[in-house]
């Protein structure tokens, strides 16, 4: 039988490895929560800069998704889309136009380099170069968005183009009639099949967005299709027939917009959820910057969301449509 002494002495020892293991959850708790408040503070002290833009020359520039201030774009033709690449904004719209800008605030009509008179709807940059896409298989490039030179011969199509992509060393558009190109240079196109034999009448893709190892493009009838390369696509289920338009990634999740405020989200690109927002109108164009996302749409309709699940409109500051929107951590 142990003695009282040494019983009090073992009662003594484990309270004291006790009080040290709770210490030591203690210290680990605070760090995280260190950790948690520095990242925060980092996502939104950004100096970053969102600019979306629409009909008649419409852009508008923010740091924050919220407040925005009215820009002179020098053009009265629609503009379609927008993005940032090579410490350049480029915006594109119709009749050929482009517009450039070094910090969104000044803008600068490059519409006699573009070389064409189509209608341009999607814009993008990879592989140092800028790519951008319209009516009847239009594709132009430029490494600099001042000089653009005209591959639509090599495009091998006379559909018309909606939005273009890059990633992974590849650049993809999509458009009329589910045509899907890729690209791994922006010179040399391939068309890919992209499921068009599975429908009597083949549907539109009208937005496409990369993240790691997954192109993920939208359409007509809430259409959705992916791929991890770019060449082999399957259909995905949205959980909407309404027409989808415009699908960014961020943050961990694809977000992706359309007719009468439909959004929807999905964490892997497979597996789709519906959130939509009510409104009568379009939503045409989303990204993701400094801690929030931003859709925009008809009529100067914007809504924000930090998670986007949970959506908050917000004051309009113009009535005219808006195409798409993008955001530079510049």
Known sequence: MLSKPSIENQVRYILIIFSVFLFSLTVISCKSSDDDLTSSTSSTSSTGLFVKVGNSGTIFTSSDGTSWDNRISDTTNNLSGVTYGNSTFVAVGGSGTILTSSDGTSWTNKRTSSGTTNNLYGVT???STFVTVGDNGTILTSSDGTSWTNKRTSSGTSEHLYEVTYGNGLFVT????ATILTSSDGTTWTER???RSKWAIPKYLKGVTYRKKLFVTVGRNGLILNSPDGTTWTERKSGT??????ITYANGLFVGV???GQIVTSFDGNW???RTYVLPTWLNGVTYGNGTFVTVGDNGIM???SDGISWTKRTSVTTNSLSAVTYSNH
């Open 193 to 195: 099949d992209g499921l």
């Open 241 to 246: 027939k309404y027409n989808l338009v415009g």
């Open 125 to 127: 940059y990879g592989n």
């Open 303 to 305: 809504l924000t969301s």
């Open 174 to 177: 999509v458009g009329e009639n």
């Open 272 to 274: 789709w959820v519906k």
């Open 258 to 260: 359309g007719k009468n």
